[in-house]
């Protein structure tokens, strides 16, 4: 086998494995910001329709970190195990949110007592968006300890969660009406600005603690790239407050979903050829060339089926939700 | 802490997750290709009790699939956070097919099961049957994927090391490898038996009660014809793995058969039918034997020869062979007694013409189909052990030992989140149990009437 195919090859799978965790992170990110945004909802209706207006989707969603899962194991399984078993804590966090989420959505139509599972469905979602927070700040300061790491994990944490938050937010502009919409818009501005804050804060912080991007920001045409990306960012945000503002009921979440896009564009050009910055490269955790020709034949032709009947998914759930008396 | 310790940690957190776990995708498996027969039925014949069968046992199959879907989370992630040296080890493939199941079947059943429970009326008739197709098609699918990277694990090909890891070097060997078709079979029809055990005994329930008799009594039937092909089929899937386990696994062959010393050229092994193993002393306490058995099942010939565990190195030999002898005795005694219950229902059925009046007379018969909803899980859960616990000391058969496999992660760490499983686990299983009874006191709606199509999505709160 050639070095340069394979070096392709594992190049084409970090990307892939990057539109699925673009995906998941899309996806998952609106329903668990729609359970963080329950916490600070009062009125139980309102809660209802929140968890309701997720009902359809959120098990379709959660399954895109069952892929991505999958094919980093399969494409990457010295990443796979590097970083599962060093994050053992935050990961079995997130999935302890997950379980309480996913749990409390199926479960509260039929229960009497609903305070219960509301609880579960916000602290359940807040707990698995810190967590993935937390997981994705370890991976880009190379899993190092330390005073500066941990700040900076802990920035990623709630930058995560507030994103998480702006697309609920947005999502819930586009599915709801009357008080919960007015609500969604006002939490759509506030999660807009600790969203913007965390952002730049996390910018700086990766310029001063990663010496891997630093290096990859030096090279000039990564650094133009990111100066575009940065742009549309930039220009995705103000787009967001923008459209709220308008009271259109598409375009938010359309632009937070542009944001997110951009954002992950940029991380994944700051960290390539790494996967975990300074640990691991992507060709020393690559599976061999006939293992990752084998999943592409198999997953490649998928992805654009599986995104076809997610989408068809959405289509058939189209629209702002009706409700009727009861 | 020994390194064993933690290994054993990691173990239990490991079965104690997927002796949870599989409880649920089997009946999901099952009780969808049941939803697909139903709905396909009232699409066919436009008969409305079709129609009211697919929604009554459709609400079974939400609760179900809820806890099926939290609690499998665990189990993907576990391969990587407590099984790190397998991950590195055997990623290649395993993380392959593992990867295959998340694209090919896990997604497929998810994208599809909004549709099927939501979108009634949302969708052309056709669709949503299309939709329960899918769902119910998925979770088979990821039956099949599962088994594949389990029938590996028992009997690995298609590999080699290369720099302490696995290279695949053919993928057909590797997928067909020598358990895959026994593997899959045994466990899906596994699964589908244990559907048809569930709808029959809730079935059986409200015609022994006497509510809904006639509603009932159709699902009874239909799941009664679909036993009279399964049970029998099980029993010889089950025979027939087994025999390929004396030749591909010979250790965990004898350990069920709890057979210590292998029997000389032109005699016959005796099969134990009760014993009781005793490893440290490598010999069986005392044993109900008859001869020449066990060279019939393992060789099908009368003196066939069979491997001993004694004659098997004892760091090769599995742990806990009085479990593996009992566990397989009680899945066999359950196969056993599912035949027999089905064809003597049968009998009864012929006899009476099925008539609604004379089986509601059976309420001993009626009475054991309800106490049998149980079983299937215990057989399947003991059929794992036996797969599972039977395959040590490996986790890659005869390639990687469980103990070389395991992270070394700090104790504490491990027997925290086990608690957490076991907490979260208590919790749903409650829930889930209260669900099921409301659930089966509300009992079906037989007024229901399909929705229009395209009647915009309205919301009952509360």
Known sequence: MSASSHATLTSAWFGLIGLMLVLYVVTDGFDLGIGILSLVTREEHDRSLMMHSIGHVWDANETWLVVLGGALFGAFPAAYALLLSTLYIPVMAMIAGLILRGAAIEFRHPAQFKRAWDIAFGAGSLIAALAQGVILGRVITGLLPGLASGIFVALTALGVASGYALLGATYLVKKTTGRVEQAARNYALGAAATTIAAAILLTAGTRVISPIAQSRWNDPAVFQLLLVLGAISASALAAVVWAVLAHHSHAPFRAAVLLFISSFAGLALSLFPDLVPGRLSLAEAASSQSTLVFMMVGIGILMPIMMGYNFYQYFVFRGKMQLQAH | MAVNDIVNLSRSQFAMTAIFHILWPILTISLSAFLVLVEALWVRTRNLLYYRHARFWAKLLVLNFVVGVVSGIPMEFQFGTNWAGFSRYAGE????????????????????????????????????????????????????????????????????????????????????????????????????????????GISAFYLYRRRHAEFFLRSFKLALMALLVIAPLQIWLGDSSGFDVFHNQPAKGAAIEGYWHTNPPGTGAAWALLAWPDQTQQKNDWALELPNMLSVLGTHSLTGQVTGLADIPRADQPPMVPLLFYAFRLMAGIGVWFMALAFWSAWIWRKTRGSLNSMLQQRKLLLAWVLSIPLPYIA?????????????????????????????????????????????YAVLVTTFAVFAYKWLKQGPDLTALPPEFSAPLKLKLG
Do not use: C, K
Request: aromatic fraction near 14%; glycine fraction near 12%.
């Open chain 2, 380 to 424: 399947i859960e003991s059929g794992w052990v036996v797969r599972e616990v039977g395959r040590q000391p490996w986790v890659v058969y005869g390639m990687l030992r469980t103990r070389d496999a395991a992270t070394l992660l700090p104790a504490g760490t491990v027997a925290a989140s086990m608690t957490m499983f076991a907490v979260f």
């Open chain 2, 93 to 200: 493939f395993v993380g392959n097919i593992l990867g295959f199941e998340g694209t090919m079947a896990f997604m497929l059943e998810a994208g599809f099961i909004g549709v099927m429970l939501y979108g009634w009326g949302r969708v052309p008739r056709g669709v949503h049957l299309f939709a329960t197709s899918m769902v119910a098609f998925g979770s088979s699918l990821s039956a099949f994927w599962i088994m594949v990277a389990n029938s590996w694990m028992q009997t690995p090909a298609g590999v080699t090391v290369v720099n302490g890891r696995l290279v695949v070097t053919d993928y057909m060997a590797a997928i067909f490898n020598p358990d895959m078709v026994w593997g899959v079979a045994h466990m899906w029809v596994g699964a589908m038996e244990t559907g048809a055990f569930v709808i029959a």
